[in-house]
């Protein structure tokens, strides 16, 4: 069975300061991980994804993840928040053909 | 890249109403899903299928059906809409060449 587990349904952050958003993981499989951002009243949008490549991820707009195995991570930085970056941010895990999504959380960027 | 396409951003419908949410993808890929998502549960898989005719409850498929006739075409049905079907639902699709998952715009759904 595989689940995604989201810490904090609500993070604010001051611009410029860094964003830090939690993700672990449970997988019996060796996982697939993805970070996707929604926007208010839109779809949700590919940021990054591990793929058992690069344990350190860098996807659009500054954002990177680090895939750690010992801990069963995947959280999400960026150096700098910008105002832009407010929206819902869900971690997903996949194997084959599904995805499981976190519950989200919702990014707050305070001027 | 890629387009999901759902037929409507907003829908407002009443209670008992027979509901099609229609979603249509502009390339070849198999593997499509239904979502619903509400606050503080995130994306919960209503069902999914794997090619024309197959389809596969996920984990709340109570009181949804589907149809995909077409290999382009993933609809979700609602038989009987009722109040706590009143949500975001949002069409995906699984692109095996870039492992990723493509989304549609959402359906925001409003049972009165």
């Known amino acids: 069975a595989q689940s995604v587990t989201q810490l904090g349904s609500h993070v604010s952050v001051s611009e410029g300061a860094l964003v830090l958003l939690r993700c672990n993981y449970s997988s019996s499989v060796p996982p697939y991980l993805f970070w996707y951002v929604q926007y208010p009243n839109q779809g949700l949008q590919l940021l990054l994804k591990y793929t058992s490549a690069a344990t350190l991820v860098k996807g659009i707009n500054g954002f990177e993840a680090e895939f750690k195995k010992s801990e069963t991570s995947f959280h999400l930085t960026k150096p700098s928040a910008h105002m832009s970056d407010a929206a819902e941010y869900f971690c997903?895990?996949?194997?084959?053909?599904?995805?499981?999504f976190g519950t989200g959380t919702s990014l707050t960027v305070i001027p | 890249d890629v387009k999901v396409t759902q037929s409507s951003r907003y829908l407002v419908k009443r209670t008992g109403e027979k509901v099609f949410l229609e979603c249509v993808q502009d390339?070849?890929?198999?593997?499509m899903f239904w979502y619903r998502q509400d606050p503080g549960l995130g994306l919960r898989l209503i069902y999914f299928?794997?090619?024309?005719?197959?389809?596969e409850k996920g984990d709340i498929p109570e009181g949804y059906s589907v149809s995909r006739e077409k290999k382009e075409r993933f609809s979700l049905i609602l038989e009987s809409a009722s109040t706590n079907q009143t949500s975001m639902y949002l069409c995906a699709l699984f692109n095996r060449d870039v492992f990723e998952a493509f989304f549609g715009q959402g359906t925001r759904l409003t049972v009165v």
């Open positions: 390339m070849d890929h198999e593997n």
């Open positions: 997903a895990v996949s194997s084959g053909n599904q995805f499981y």
């Open positions: 299928s794997y090619d024309v005719k197959m389809k």
